[in-house]
């Protein structure tokens, strides 16, 4: 039973959930370089307190589906996005490597936690409205990533401190959080086991998930490093590459709601995946960067809509609730956007990075293969 909430109006609550969440996770990503600096540590050690972020996230992702069955999908929400938005200044302001990792550990699974939570919210909203929904909640997120990343600019370039920043940014996003909780949708509990076997189903979309995550992470970390090693490119082109795949993906996930109507999930997938396994293979064939950077166009608008068509095809998965089902692919997901980038390093120190990148490719065609895994059911009004 839920409540009765206007379509709408739960609508643009959920999209600000998404936005709040690119937005806060873009203005921590610039004071990175400054947190080393602060604090004198070196590559290392501070890969290794960026990594507790990827634990915390991983870590909470299997308990995240079991909150949102015991206390519906808008406490979550609500709740993991508070903490996430007052725990953004902690890793910035931290004194010491280990109370930055601790931050981080926090900061990683309210992230992982709101994720869960927004899309099970998502979904809901897409039954209610009776159609596919979820790219466009996606394309908040894109929105709320570049809007943050440009703002942080702004801000850091005019002078003004970080604690300033970074504590106007939490208020924020904390007070957007707490308008839209009124509009949330509040479903009705449905307690579950903590750990619950995933189904047949849940694990082929889990697979498609991790494949479609490992794009994104090698495109955002490798794109650039192959304009300019590979194609010669100088560091102003090469950023290009992985801005003409961040607008291009923001771009089609406006679109993916309205293709996926008229197509059907299963097509929306095989499309997507062809266009994204396509694109990285015109960038790594054709020698010109301006036809690479195209080439990564091509990838970002064929991998906007893999993740959100996955995800809903995840959270109408048959016998299983909502946020266990977006959990356990979630989980395999974070896995791929994780280990993808250094896998692909390591690919790259023994054949090379265009060969490396090549697995990309294949990871996009599986998707496109096995795209019947996410079916072509769309959303019906309860």
Partial sequence: MTTDVRPTASRCAVSALFFVNGAILASWVPYVPMVKQRLGIGDGLLGVVLLFMAIGALGALPFAGTLVGRLGSRTVSVGAGLGLCLSLPLPVLAPTPFLAALALLFFGAFNSTLDVAMNAQAVEVEQRRGRALMSSFHAMFSVGGLAGALLSSVIIAAGVGAADHILTAALLGSVAILIARSALIAVAPSPSPVFVRPTRGLLGLGVLALCALLAE????????????????????????????????????????????????????????????????????????????I?????????????????????????????????????????????????????????????????????????????????????????
């Fill in 217 to 292: 992470g090698a495109i955002g970390d490798w794109s650039a490093v192959y304009l300019m090693d590979s194609r010669g490119a100088s560091q102003s082109v090469a950023a290009a590459g992985f801005a003409a795949f961040s607008l291009a993906m923001a771009g089609g996930r406006f679109a993916g709601d309205h293709v996926a109507r008229r197509l059907g999930a299963a097509c929306l997938l095989r499309l997507s995946g062809a266009l994204a396994a396509g694109g990285l293979l015109l960038a790594l064939i054709v020698k010109e960067p301006v036809i690479a």
């Fill in 294 to 382: 195209a080439g990564f166009g091509l990838v970002g608008l064929g991998v906007a809509n893999l993740i959100p068509v996955i995800f809903s095809a995840a959270g109408r998965a048959y016998a299983v609730a909502p946020g266990h089902g977006l959990a356990a692919v979630a989980t395999t997901g974070y896995v791929g956007f994780l280990a993808g980038p250094p896998a692909i390093g390591l690919a790259a120190e023994v054949a090379g990075l265009p060969a490396a990148l090549g697995i990309v490719a294949l990871a996009c065609a599986a998707v496109a293969t096995a795209a019947r895994l996410a079916g072509d059911r769309i959303p019906t009004r309860k």
